[in-house]
């Protein structure tokens, strides 16, 4: 499902029009970002949680040329499944 097909299910879901339901997809998606980029965590309950991770610096290595090569420290987004999410899908 991308999300052209995300807002209409969430328009007939929710009665409400594609431009409505577009307008709130897109309001919650930059709540949960905002909340990321300052470091905070989202948790949905039943469904899961958003929260971002460190990753360390580390040494890599270059698939091409074999040379090791240094790759930064780095955020990153982790969401974790709740169990209400998890039963549905077993």
């Known amino acids: 499902m991308n999300k052209t097909e995300l807002v209409e299910a969430i328009a007939i879901s929710a009665d409400i029009s594609k431009a409505s339901a577009m307008r709130a997809l897109d309001a919650m998606l930059e709540a949960v970002t905002t909340t990321l980029r ?53």
Not at 48 to 72: C, D, H, L, M, Y
């Open 38 to 90: 300052e470091d905070g965590s989202v948790t949905l309950v039943g469904f899961g949680t958003f929260s971002v991770n460190e990753r360390a610096a580390r040494t890599g290595r270059n698939p091409r040329t074999k040379e090791a090569i240094q790759i930064a420290a780095a955020k990153v987004p982790k969401f974790k499944a709740g169990k209400a999410l998890k039963d549905a899908v077993n």
